[in-house]
């Protein structure tokens, strides 16, 4: 089993920053991506950002120039700048997980963490 612990959502003003970290833990083998994903009030879960193993990188046009997602062993980040009242929303952390050298990729949740862009 694999674990996504997320940290870092809150409250900021239009314009500010948030950063967005979310750490894999347990039975891990190898991870083939890590991402972000969102959900508003009232709307379908995006793609905000994911992070492949390769180095691939893909970002909702939304968010383009805006967010930057990295990952530095079995953490992943999100930088949030210029946040605006549409990001609002749940962010979700994504992590396709190998757990043994024989087996296939399994995908795991974190719990979501609120982040409120509001004045």
């Known amino acids: 089993q694999v674990q996504l612990v997320e940290s870092g959502g809150g409250l900021v003003q239009p314009g500010g920053s948030l950063r967005l970290s979310c750490a894999a833990s347990?039975?891990?083998?190898?991870?083939?991506?890590m991402g972000w994903y969102r959900q508003a009030p009232g709307k379908q879960r995006e793609l905000a950002a994911r992070?492949?193993?390769?180095?691939t990188t893909n970002y909702a046009d939304s968010v383009k120039g805006r967010f930057t997602i990295s990952r530095d062993k079995n953490t992943v980040y999100l930088q949030m700048n210029s946040l605006k009242p549409e990001d609002t929303a749940v962010y979700y952390c994504a992590a396709a997980v190998r757990g043994s050298p024989l087996s296939t990729a399994r995908d795991y949740w974190g719990q979501g963490t609120q982040v409120t862009v509001s004045s």
């Open positions: 992070l492949a193993s390769g180095g």
């Open positions: 347990g039975t891990i083998f190898s991870i083939n991506s």
